[in-house]
């Protein structure tokens, strides 16, 4: 019922590849008999899941995404759960109350369980009266237990009801994701192949670009740098790239003119959305532009002192831990600040993220801009640190390329920020750090001992 608009899309595309999983292909011929299987199980394993909280984990295996559609069909709540997130599990199942858990590691492998929890919550009450699947997305907070949001998955899917462009594409943001969750509806809606890498590495999503003519390319900011420092796109034919898009966190401006550079026969688009709102329609200025146009059928966007703000008609119905973060008259603030130059928007940083050095704002992205054009420099992340007399420092924590002494990469590294940035901007405090600098969904992390 929910999925009927799906299903006539796979009917219709039965023969065509539906994913490409550990290098095999699977057509929607499948995909439509292991839906059909699923539904069959579930019924007889849990009878009527209607309103019903289901943690799902798993990562685009065939399995995982047959079992998701047939969990929405049986309008189920479902809570997609990546297994490269082991850190905020146990938060997640105990937030969402999963009354049931299905565990898919190595297909055919499904371990299925009851929790012995009772979900209960004014949110899934609202969900199960009006007879609706459910989709609970964690957001990746840097502080305290992530927040639960609450969505009603047909307000989700009707966007994907209007059939638009059959391109190959790879998965990169996982399920569990808003990004992840539009990757897959936008290609299962136009009968589009969903290619899954053996691994998010540069070289294996380089491989599997080669390996199956991958056309669509979605990722972040922080994946594209290392990709650029990898030179995996040299080592591999990457012809079939036709779109690269990107979103999650601030582009830099550096960044982005050195794969246009690489890529020039590749379209750049901007893409944004937030757990809360859902993903919208985005159309960049140019290849190398930062400014972007946003809205979208069922989207209203608006910017108030400086900050962007969203209505949607697919926004989320509330959070299960946290108070509701829409207006009085439903306007979702981003936190996200903003310039504005007639329709098109550049974003310069989140809010919460600017550091204020003796009332002066810095936005870390505009530094890391600067840090990350300095030879042997792989990754930085600009943070704040409080300061009694001026409130707050700028620091950068810095990733090599190439083993260096620190004191000199140091050295080399402020004296540059020093000629290229405002005085308050550039860096008081420079480390030197091996450690990974980004989550497992390739955003800068920037919490930790040193974040303001």
Known sequence: MHIDFLIEVFEENRDQEALIWQDRSFQYSWLLQRISYWQNFLKEKWGDLSGKAVALEGDYSPDAVSLLLALIDAGAIIVPLSTYNATTRDDCLEISQAEFRISITEQPEVEIDSTGVSAK?????????????????????????????????????????????????????????????????????????????????????????????????????????????????????????????????????????????????????????????????????????????????????????????????????????????????????????????????????????????????????????????????????VYGEKNPLLGNIVCARVTLAEPEDSKAAIYRIKKICAQRLERFKAPVKVTISEESQHSYRFKKRREGPHAD
């Open 121 to 381: 919550h004014e949110l899934y009450d609202q969900l199960h009266s009006a007879k609706h699947p459910g989709l609970v997305l964690f957001s990746s907070g840097t502080s305290g237990k992530p927040k639960g949001a609450v969505h009603d998955f047909v307000r989700l899917l009707n966007k994907y009801k209007k059939r638009r462009h059959n391109l190959r594409t790879m998965a990169f943001l996982m399920f569990d994701h808003i990004g992840g969750v539009d990757t897959l509806f936008y290609s299962l809606s136009n009968g589009s192949c969903l290619i899954v890498a053996t691994d998010r590495a540069p070289d294996s999503v380089c491989r599997t670009i080669e390996n199956h003519r991958v056309e669509v390319l979605p990722v972040t900011p922080t994946f594209l740098n290392l990709l650029i420092l990898s030179e995996a796109y040299k080592r591999h034919d990457l012809s079939s790239l036709k779109y690269i898009t990107y979103g999650t966190e601030v582009m830099p401006q550096s960044t982005l003119a050195r794969c246009t550079k690489i890529f020039p026969k590749v379209n750049f688009l901007q893409k944004f959305g937030t757990t809360e709102t859902g993903t919208l329609r985005s159309k960049s200025r140019h290849d190398d532009s930062v400014w972007v146009r946003l809205g979208g059928e069922g989207f209203e966007t608006r910017v108030v002192d400086g900050i962007f703000q969203i209505k949607a008609e697919s926004a989320m119905l509330g959070y299960l831990n946290a108070p509701s973060p829409f207006t009085d008259d439903g306007w979702f603030v981003t936190g996200d600040e903003v310039e504005v130059d007639g329709e098109y928007i550049r974003f310069k940083g989140r809010k919460s993220e600017i550091i204020n050095v003796g009332g002066e704002k810095v936005y870390p992205a505009e530094v890391e801009n600067v840090i990350q054009q300095i030879d042997n420099v792989k990754d930085v992340t």
